[in-house]
């Protein structure tokens, strides 16, 4: 079960235990609801009848103590601890974990020194095992401790009841969101329309580089089949020239006077002896 289907659930057991309840009564739902340790909203139980009405009364002091559940901290306790019931141990826990998540309304940084302060804590090792064991595994926070810097960074809150006249700023907060994530939504829409309009004219220039690929692909193809025709023609006419010459050159030995024939019948010929010098 998540935290949230949890409050849900306990803030409602309380709201009817409270709305069954009259007068000293109310005060232990009160003290009960401020004790639970999974409970920490508080305002629909400030808003039932019956605990509205122990305004005025000897019974008032337990609607001071749940107002300062919904709305105090730690120090507010301190300094009015007079006019308050006793703490128990577990509202002492409870009250200063809520005093974590004012603290992280306003502040995504708490310094150490500001948390020790503000907890009544004395040393870094008390105050990291509280923030660890207390607050991240309750839920409540998320975030890093810093040992180097001294300090927590939160990463997640859970929010707290809203004060009396808190709730005209939360609503002027939230139209400045709005205002401002309309502004951003356009700006987007804008930037895709840009992006797509980009996205087609690469598409287009691609489309025309690659066709001109093609044709270059093309051409030179014809060009080097061209080439390739040209070079075979230039070899068989330069072989056949070649041939012609070398017919040509056979064919004038064997037709000039003193050629192959002449030197047969020189071969065949008797010779004359020669008388040899007296």
């Not at 039932?48 to 306790?77: C, I, K, M, Q």
């Not at 707290?160 to 987007?188: A, H, K, V």
Request: aromatic residues 8%.
């Amino acid at each position: 079960m998540d935290i949230e289907q949890k409050q849900a659930e306990l803030i409602d057991h309380f709201v009817k235990k409270a709305s069954a309840q009259v007068g000293s009564a109310i005060g232990a739902v009160i003290v009960e609801a401020t004790s639970h340790a999974s409970l920490f909203a508080f305002s629909e139980i400030l808003a039932v009848p019956t605990v509205a009405e122990l305004e005025g009364t000897e019974n008032s002091v337990y609607l001071e103590l749940l107002r300062l559940f919904a709305h105090g901290t730690w120090s507010d306790y301190k300094s009015n601890s007079g006019s308050l019931p006793q703490l128990l141990p577990d509202q002492v826990l409870k009250l200063k974990q809520l005093t974590v998540l004012t603290l992280a309304e306003t502040n995504k940084v708490l310094p150490y020194d500001q948390l020790m302060l503000e907890l009544d804590v004395t040393n870094v090792r008390e105050l990291e095992d509280f923030i660890i064991n207390e607050c991240i595994y309750a839920g409540i926070v998320r975030g890093k401790l810093d040992q180097l810097r001294r300090c927590f960074e939160v990463q997640f809150a859970a929010g707290r009841d809203l004060r009396p006249g808190q709730l005209g700023s939360m609503i002027q907060t939230l139209s400045n969101w709005l205002g401002t994530s309309d502004n951003l939504l356009i700006s987007i829409q804008e930037k895709i329309k840009w992006a797509d309009t980009m996205s087609e004219l690469d598409k287009k220039h691609r489309k025309d580089v690659e066709d001109k690929v093609e044709e270059v692909k093309k051409s030179v193809a014809v060009k080097i089949c061209w080439s390739m025709w040209l070079t075979y023609v230039v070899a068989e006419v330069t072989h056949c020239k070649q041939a012609d010459l070398d017919f040509r050159g056979i064919e004038e030995i064997y037709s000039e006077p003193g050629g192959v024939m002449d030197y047969e019948e020189d071969r065949i010929r008797p010779k004359r002896r020669r008388h040899p010098l007296v």
